[in-house]
């Protein structure tokens, strides 16, 4: 259980899957409440869902292009309303692995540690920045004090990136660097504190300045795939941005049954 939800292990036909259920987490609901008027999207708006499952799937095929077999995404596989809970939940590849330590005194120092951080997360915020999935950068560990807990070790060297899905907005790093030089002036060009989001016109510019590249490395389907799911993971992502404080208040009380289709 984090922030952001609960993960629920199925067996299922197609394999072992992780299914992340948004029911959120207290102090994450009440920042989205005090900033939007309602709580986490991820619980209650299925365009932010939809947005949090292109992105998995484009991170899937970009991160082994970008850093090899050094890094890879869980590959998200469904969305879902879990009519129990009346949230949404997104279906997601397990991954066999463990977490790397972290340090304190009275452990010596690991060496996948540095590994992680050192050759997989900076090249990887890099990455995501160049690609404009700005706001991902939170849970790759980006000034996150918690971040290393979204990555899993599957053996010596070599990692998956578990969780995407912030739970609160990129408000408190740990580093008040970070915060002045890259979470506050891409929160005022984008106007809004940043929570999961991709620049859009930057993925573009991106996608066709590293168009020979990736159809090299690939393959044509592949590139197509990846500006066919830009396309949707856009549209889904202005689609609930769009929408008012009140209208965001509405669709929480719609989804939980507290209003009804008429009053809403």
Request: proline share 7%; glycine share 8%.
């Amino acid at each position: 259980r984090g922030q952001s939800g609960e993960v629920w292990l199925a067996d299922t036909p197609q394999g072992r899957i992780a299914t992340k259920v948004f029911v959120g987490g207290t102090l994450g609901n009440l920042i989205h409440y005090v900033l939007t008027g309602a709580p986490n999207p991820y619980i209650w708006n299925e365009d932010a869902v939809r947005a949090a499952f292109e992105r998995r799937r484009m991170l899937h095929i970009l991160i082994p292009f970008w850093l090899g077999d050094r890094l890879a995404m869980s590959d998200a596989v469904s969305v879902g309303w879990n009519a129990e809970r009346s949230v949404w939940e997104l279906g997601t590849r397990f991954v066999e692995g463990r977490t790397v330590p972290l340090l304190h005194p009275l452990r010596p120092d690991d060496p996948n540690l540095r590994v992680l951080t050192r050759e997989v997360m900076a090249p990887l915020h890099a990455h995501l920045v160049e690609a404009g999935f700005i706001g991902t950068t939170w849970q790759a560990g980006k000034g996150n004090p918690v971040a290393l807990n979204n990555f899993l070790m599957t053996e010596p060297g070599r990692f998956v990136f578990i969780d995407a899905e912030s739970g609160i907005p990129a408000l408190a790093p740990l580093d008040p660097f970070r915060m002045l030089c890259f979470y506050l002036p891409h929160s005022l060009r984008m106007r809004r504190v940043l929570f999961d989001d991709l620049d859009l016109p930057r993925l573009r510019r991106y996608l066709e300045r590293e168009a020979a590249p990736l159809a090299a490395a690939l393959g044509p389907a592949r590139l197509r795939e990846l500006r066919e799911r830009a396309a949707r993971l856009g549209a889904h992502q202005a689609r609930w941005r769009a929408l008012s404080r009140t209208e965001r208040a509405v669709a929480y009380h719609h989804s939980k049954g507290r209003l009804t289709e008429a009053q809403a």
